[in-house]
T-cell receptor
Framework: AQSVTQLDSHVSVSEGTPVLLRCNYS??????LFWYVQHPNKGLQLLLK??????LVKGINGFEAEFKKSETSFHLTKPSAHMSDAAEYFC?????????????FGTGTQLKVEL | DAGVIQSPRHEVTEMGQEVTLRCKPI?????LFWYRQTMMRGLELLIY????????DSGMPEDRFSAKMPNASFSTLKIQPSEPRDSAVYFC??????????????FGPGTRLTVL
């Protein structure tokens, strides 16, 4: 079964400094991996998706993630944090079942951005 | 593109009442998903449909919950009778399914349900 582990439940950074949100995955085959973001009282928005075309995936709002098979990791990064980045971030893996695809969500990382 | 539409956005009801949540997926999407989000359990998949047919309802908590998708542009999630422990945010999501980028899901804004 596919699963993801988000290694930090909370991350705090200063505005203008780099962001690193860590995610490890477990999959019996080459997975599709996603990062979603949820701002307070909002729905989930797709940040980026990995599908094996390229190991470095660029997403919206300056975020990117690198797929490392040897480390089974898919960490999310951004060079310079902005106050508007404060939100909860979910690492997600897709798995194919008999009739379709299901997403399995990590437990989330709350990102706090301080002045 | 209007995105996934959910109604109502907020629902407050009393224990024992019937609650119906509604979802309109993105036009052309063939798969629809219902999720529940709570602080204690995070995001849980309740049920999903492909081409209006329920594929996996193993996440539905109990018989009080039911979901239907009578056509490609509408789905409901019903709780009858509702209980305080059903209080949560319920999200609907849709994807192209087997028709294309099959596993990217697009989420609605959610319905915040409070059962008193």
């Amino acid at each position: 079964a596919q699963s993801v582990t988000q290694l930090d439940s909370h991350v705090s950074v200063s505005e203008g400094t780099p962001v690193l949100l860590r995610c490890n995955y477990s999959s019996s085959y080459s997975p599709s991996l996603f990062w979603y973001v949820q701002h307070p009282n909002k729905g989930l928005q797709l940040l980026l998706k990995y599908t094996s075309a390229a190991t470095l995936v660029k997403g919206i709002n300056g975020f990117e993630a690198e797929f490392k098979k040897s480390e089974t990791s898919f960490h999310l990064t951004k060079p310079s944090a902005h106050m508007s980045d404060a939100a909860e971030y979910f690492c997600v893996v897709s798995s194919f079942t008999g009739g379709g695809n299901k997403l399995t969500f990590g437990t989330g990382t709350q990102l706090k951005v301080e002045l | 593109d209007a995105g996934v539409i959910q109604s109502p956005r907020h629902e407050v009801t009393e224990m024992g009442q019937e609650v119906t949540l509604r979802c309109k997926p993105i036009s052309g999407h063939n798969s629809l998903f219902w999720y529940r989000q709570t602080m204690m359990r995070g995001l849980e998949l309740l049920i999903y449909f492909n081409n209006n047919v329920p594929i996996d309802d193993s996440g539905m908590p109990e018989d009080r919950f039911s979901a239907k998708m009578p056509n490609a542009s509408f789905s409901t999630l019903k709780i009858q009778p509702s209980e305080p422990r059903d209080s949560a945010v319920y999200f609907c999501a849709s994807s192209l399914g087997l028709a294309g980028d099959f596993d990217t899901q697009y989420f609605g804004p959610g319905t915040r349900l409070t059962v008193l």
